[in-house]
């Protein structure tokens, strides 16, 4: 019998109740005079002769676990919560408020098939990733679990002070912390004080960068402010030489993740509008950005313009060496950049704001394209050199990830194609960056294979470096390496069998028939891997690798000698190796 390696499809498995009668509810006084427009009035309940989507007949046969033609209006809800689709998500709203007609919100019902058709329309493919977990975090809760238990380590480390050059950040509570994740499929976990809102202070300054370059473009913006990281703290007061034809000694700010930067970025923005015109801009885009809207602190506002001395002198040196686009006017720039730093979001808002970067400027919840990609891109090429301070050399080494810090405690965070976090905490480190921020994302790192260059290969491999990929389901990679050493082991790719041990795949692992590496290339005939197997057995010291069992009791030696393999049945039989007859007895 030859038993080689054949591809298999392998299929993934996938309340206290109150029943109601729905359609004497929907009759009630209280809602007649709603009826004609309800989507779940009677008449458009039981007239549906439409034929019936098999994806939203999956999904209702996949929430009916007694299999009663019915299911709980919770049992609904509790799916969408348990893979990270918060009630409050705006793709949600319509199906939330069909549930609040119907009185399954607030409290548990049974609901037909038909309703559920009504109560759910336009989410079907939400409630289809959902129900199969296709979600760029599959499993949601095991990652959650992990994030609430760096939480719980971080807030016992105590450090740093909070920054008092700014009354109105002096007043914060220092015990106040909070984490909080976005993907770029709109999963959303916060543990914390995540309702807590604070000013943005230098978190603003990509997004006034992004704004600016959304509006005028990569080349204008870029005539007026550098690109490289500057060497100093934030508020230096120094430039980078910029010469152009008619002025020679003419400098600009070195990039837009420091103050004259930052304050270039607002003299660009609507400049040919009137302040108000310019500030109702600046707030929708954060609105847009944030999925919801954003407060401004008129406090904080007046303490930045109180305190401005040194950000006035760069915008003196600016004015001085030609920096700014002419006719810039000094004053309403430099008030403009102060309104942006006292704008209000909490942490779940920052981090929905990093999952729109990480989508490519695409907001998770809303769909709607923020800003280009290629600014986008360029954005997070300056966070990762520019975005922490001088402290920012360090961060992209132990880190690797695009991030902005701000002086009242908060660090945004981007993982470009996979998710935005956003931590806070008030007290500061030297370098002015949130001493649990930075402790939260050094752990993160730790955990996850978030780095930029954690995907190169070979840098996960081994017990000293493993790291999770939390984009992938359980079992996943484990299993992507066994198809791909299986297949190897057929082809008699010995090379390829080293590189995937190399990377970290357990080359003694089966399939579901718990047929092996060994088991294939002795079945195979493929002398070389065979005889590199049993070296790394020996070298591992469990030579009872070389004797596993498949579901039908055979032995790779079986295999090489049914197959009429004599040398690889020689090799087996010298290192130890035994047959499953042999096992049995």
Not at 61 to 75: A, M
Not at 414 to 440: C, E, I, Q, T, Y
Not at 521 to 539: D, F, P, S, T, Y
């Amino acid at each position: 019998m030859h038993l080689s390696y054949k591809e298999k499809t392998h299929v993934l498995p996938g309340n206290t109740t109150h029943t109601i009668d729905v359609t004497s509810e929907l009759d009630s006084p209280m809602n007649k005079g709603d009826k004609r427009d309800s989507m779940l009035s009677t008449t458009s309940i039981t007239s549906i002769h439409d034929e019936t989507d098999p994806v939203l007949i999956a999904i209702f046969k996949y929430l009916d676990e007694d299999e009663r033609e019915v299911i709980n209006t919770g049992s609904l809800l509790d799916l969408l919560a348990s893979v990270g689709f918060s009630n409050t998500d705006p793709r949600l709203a319509k199906m939330i408020r069909r549930l609040q007609e119907i009185g399954g919100y607030r409290k548990d019902i049974e609901i037909s098939f038909d309703i559920f058709k009504k109560v759910t329309h336009g989410n079907v493919i939400l409630l289809n990733k959902a129900m199969k977990q296709d979600l760029t975090v599959p499993d949601w809760q095991e990652f959650c679990g992990e994030i609430r238990a760096i939480y719980d380590e971080v807030k016992e480390i105590d450090g740093g002070d909070i920054a008092t050059y700014i009354p109105a950040l002096a007043l914060q509570d220092p015990s106040l912390f909070c984490i909080s994740c976005c993907t770029i499929d709109g999963q959303i976990y916060s543990v914390g004080d995540k309702d807590y809102q604070y000013c943005v202070q230098s978190c603003c300054k990509p997004i006034a960068y992004l704004i600016a370059a959304q509006e005028k473009g990569f080349d204008y913006v870029h005539n007026h402010v550098g690109r490289e990281p500057s060497g100093a703290s934030f508020n230096n007061l120094s430039l980078k030489e910029s010469p152009t034809p008619e002025n020679s000694s003419r400098r600009i700010p070195h990039n837009p993740m420091i103050n004259s930067g930052a304050i270039m970025s607002c003299a660009i923005i609507k400049r040919q509008e009137s302040m108000a015109v310019r500030f109702a801009h600046v707030m929708k885009t954060w609105g847009n950005l944030c999925a919801s809207r954003v407060a401004f602190s008129n406090s904080v506002y007046l303490s930045e313009k109180d305190t401005a001395d040194r950000n006035w002198c760069l915008g003196y040196m600016m004015q001085e060496y030609e920096s700014f686009p002419k006719g810039t006017n000094l004053q309403d720039s430099l008030e403009f950049y102060f309104q942006q730093c006292s704008i209000e979001a909490n942490t779940e808002q920052m981090s929905i704001l990093a999952g729109t970067l990480a989508n490519g400027g695409i907001n998770p919840l809303s769909g709607e394209r923020i800003f280009d990609a290629f600014h986008v891109r360029n954005c997070l090429s300056l966070m990762l050199s520019s975005g922490m301070y001088d402290y920012s050399g360090e961060w992209g080494f132990s880190v690797g990830l695009p991030a902005k810090s701000g002086v009242a405690g908060c660090i945004w965070c981007v993982v470009p194609n996979k998710m935005g976090f956003a931590v806070f905490s008030p007290k500061l480190d030297s370098h002015g960056n949130s001493h649990k921020g930075v402790s939260s994302f050094l752990k993160l790192t730790e955990k996850f294979n978030f780095h930029q260059y954690d995907s190169l290969k070979g840098v996960l491999a081994g017990g000293l470096h493993v790291k999770k990929d939390p984009t992938m389901r359980k079992k996943q990679l484990q299993t992507d390496h066994i198809t791909n050493l299986l297949f190897a082991a057929v082809e008699g790719d010995l090379n390829e069998v080293i590189g995937l041990h190399s990377a970290g795949a357990n080359v003694w692992d089966g399939d579901y028939d718990q047929r092996t590496t060994l088991h294939l290339a002795a079945c195979e005939g493929h002398l070389r891997i065979v005889k590199w197997l049993i070296n790394l057995a020996k070298q591992e010291g469990a030579t009872e690798h070389l004797s596993p069992c498949d579901r039908w009791g055979r032995t790779p030696l079986d295999d090489a000698v049914t197959n009429n393999h004599p040398k690889i049945v020689e090799a087996l039989r010298k290192a130890g190796a035994h047959k499953g007859q042999d096992l049995k007895n």
